[in-house]
């Protein structure tokens, strides 16, 4: 269509207003049923009916009992109720209804016959409909919202609207999101401007004959954003805005989910143009026929309809399909091909610039301080989506709010970014001295490493407060976003991760069980240097961790690699070498630097936090400068001359198999990798 809709509040689906409706309409029947009944009984002949001769005779034969006198306007007729001494058949007594005008002679011959009577107002046919009928009005009522509305028959959200489609339609009346409220995802808003420029102007594509994608599928990790670009989409377009999640489909009842796709589309037709977004729809789109366990009649027959109707609608009716999912690689084929989501747009995590964006977007809804520094933070947050940068934000705000300050502060978001991120400090975590010293000696061994290493990430903070399920921790703050790593920063990264390690065996002459995530992580990056990024002399560029897998409910319970006995041997000795090799060059690099490694370690656990750039003063200084003696020596600070090669010890590794290291006082480098050395795999997502 290419008319907007005029209004785009009248827009909305009736069915929320059917209910209403059809309460009035039971409510009026029902009052006309009972008016005609009254009136029935008013006008009838029945039994206790008697004529105004009739009633006089049994006055004058005295056996009337009581009468009341109901007397109306003027000249218009009332009426006389009263009881009689008759009994009748069934043994009661007996009354009886006159329908005359009340006149002063009827009172006159009434106190004459000393027939005891009283005056009442008129018994109008209004006031004996809402007088006889209030109780049956009222047990209607009853009935119709406990059970007529709970049965679904006018409402969404009964028993027998399940066939119903759940799709809400966003009013236009709420916040609009706009592009404005989107950062960090720029590609993929260039992807969908076309989208919003035709929903505005079809004729601008239509006369070229150019077809507009009918679906689009937004496939990134969990946070992103990919439900607000949806609705930024609308938003941009000034369209209605229809939002279901793919779980609504699936019932246990065999066909209720196809009768809500068929349901969704029709809504969608009556609405065009518009936009008609499925969160999450691997719910109801995962493959069919895939092996283990079979599928389910009904999502496969949900599945079907979704592709039928997504068939049976051109794309120049103006709908717009918009889904999301985490995982594309479980959807059904035929759900993916031209014709039906014919474009796939990837939504990734936030780069630097993104995350800083981002946060300016969340920091509009609070208080900052004038020197808040967001490009800092956005350095330290690297791999958080836009969900965890909001989850931030928020944090810092209450952390501010909980100290009592005015705006939200540097500290307060390193704080919150660590919480998020690592866990809350455990204050209430008490270690005795030896553990406390066990874990200054760990971290400041980790510290060490890294800042003298090359290729690693500037040494941020180190810790021993301990923090979600660790005891200590060392942080890094990256300067960029890395896609591609050398083998001397893997290498490097490796040494900085059993720096800990080593400092227990060098200053304790014992280990302990505080290294494990440490061990765990370093083995995991040397067999990916082995079997995927091609970085062993002796196995050379192979791609060794080809496997095949029988997927069950997202786990693999049949795996096979296509290498052999003898291959899965030297993978493993290569991977043993490489963490060998790191583990011997961290030994050597504290024993250097045997002196700083203690003054270090004792100074964390007097202050239990240091700053990565005190470590770095205590380490080429001897004592935490101050901040303008800091800034004076990066001003005055020569380039560092070439060092000589030192003569390697006994338990040092190869200087070819080693990382470059950064000359630091108390020891000289030793000699870099050679450049043919040197490939760009690409990070592990």
């Known amino acids: 269509m290419s008319q907007q ?66 007397p109306a306007g003027d000249g218009e007729a009332g009426s006389i109720t009263g009881e009689l001494s008759e009994i009748d058949a069934g043994g009661n007594v007996r009354s009886f209804r006159v329908v005359t005008i009340i006149s002063p002679e009827l009172v006159q011959q009434l106190t004459e016959a000393k027939v005891p009577f009283k005056f009442e107002a008129p018994n109008t046919l209004l006031w004996s409909i809402l007088g006889q009928g209030l109780s049956l009005l009222l047990f209607f009522l009853l009935f119709y919202f406990l059970f007529y509305r709970r049965l679904g028959a006018g409402g969404p959200g009964g028993a027998l609207s399940f066939g119903k489609s759940r ?23 260039e992807e969908v401007q076309e989208i919003i420029e035709y929903l505005k102007d079809p004729k601008k594509f239509q006369r070229l004959g150019g077809r507009i994608p009918k679906g689009v599928l937004l496939v990134g990790p969990p946070g992103t954003g990919k439900t607000l670009i949806a609705r930024a989409i609308a938003g941009e377009a000034n369209v209605p805005f229809f939002s279901i999640s793919g779980s609504d489909f699936v019932e246990m009842f065999v066909g209720v989910g196809a009768s809500r796709v068929r349901d969704m589309f029709d809504q969608g037709k009556k609405n065009a143009p518009c936009i008609m977004f499925i969160d999450e729809i691997d719910a109801v789109g995962r493959s069919r026929f895939s092996g283990i366990g079979g599928g389910h009649d009904e999502r496969e027959q949900t599945l079907n309809a979704l592709l039928v109707e997504m068939d049976g609608f051109d794309a120049q009716e103006g709908i717009i399909i918009i889904a999301a999912t ?182 304790f002459d014992d280990i302990t069980t505080g290294a494990s995530s440490d061990i765990q992580h370093a083995t995991h990056l040397a067999r990916q240097m082995v079997t995927q990024w091609g970085m062993s002399e002796k196995l050379g560029p192979q791609f060794l961790g080809e496997r095949e897998e029988l997927l069950f409910m997202g786990r693999g319970v049949n795996r096979s690699q296509d290498v052999s006995e003898a291959t899965s041997q030297l993978i493993d000795a290569e991977v043993k070498r490489i963490i060998d090799e790191c583990y011997a060059r961290a030994l050597e690099l504290l024993r250097t630097h045997r002196k700083e490694l203690d003054q270090i370690a004792n100074l964390l656990i007097e202050k239990e936090t240091l700053e990565g750039e005190d470590v770095l003063d205590l380490l080429h200084h001897g004592r935490i400068l101050t901040p303008t003696e800091r800034d004076a020596d990066k001003a005055n600070a020569p380039a560092a001359p070439a060092p000589a090669a030192p003569t390697p010890a006994a338990d040092a590794p190869p200087a070819a198999n080693g990382p470059e290291m950064s000359p630091a006082p108390g020891g000289e480098s030793p000699p870099p990798l050679p450049p043919d050395a040197t490939p760009k795999p690409p990070t592990e997502a």
Not at 167 to 189: C, H, I, N, P, Y
């Open 326 to 507: 985490n995982r594309p690689d479980v959807l059904d084929p035929a759900l993916l091909r031209p014709g039906r989501f014919d474009r796939q747009i990837v939504v990734d995590l936030p780069t630097l610039d993104g995350r800083e964006a981002i946060l300016k977007i969340h920091a509009r809804k609070v208080k900052l301080d004038a020197a808040v520094d967001l490009r800092r933070t956005a350095r330290g947050t690297p791999g958080f989506s836009g969900a965890d940068l909001a989850n931030l934000v928020n944090e810092a705000a209450l952390a501010a709010a909980r100290r009592g300050a005015q705006a939200i502060t540097d500290a307060d978001l390193e704080e919150a970014r660590d919480k998020v991120r690592w866990g809350r400090e455990r204050r209430s975590h008490m270690l005795d001295d030896a553990e406390k010293k066990m874990t200054a000696y760990h971290e400041t061994g980790h510290a060490l490493c890294i800042a003298l290493s090359k290729g690693t990430e500037p040494l941020h903070k180190v810790t021993i407060i301990p923090r979600g399920r660790s005891l200590g921790a060392t942080f890094q703050l990256p300067t960029k976003d890395r896609y591609t790593e050398g083998r001397k920063q893997l290498l490097a990264e490796i040494v900085g991760t059993m720096g800990g390690r080593a400092a227990e065996e060098l200053c």
């Open 167 to 189: 799709a809400r339609l966003m009013s236009q009346d709420s916040k609009k999101v706009t592009f404005k409220d989107v950062a960090g995802v720029e590609e993929a808003k």
């Open 5 to 70: 809709p005029q209004n785009q509040n009248s827009s909305t689906p009736q069915r929320p207003g059917r209910p209403g409706r059809a309460l009035a309409v039971w409510i009026i029947l029902l009052l006309a049923l009972m008016g005609f009944w009254q009136l029935a009984m008013q006008r009838g002949g029945g039994d206790g009916e008697l004529t105004y001769t009739e009633f006089l005779e049994k006055v004058n034969q005295k056996v009337v009992q009581s009468v009341v006198l109901h």
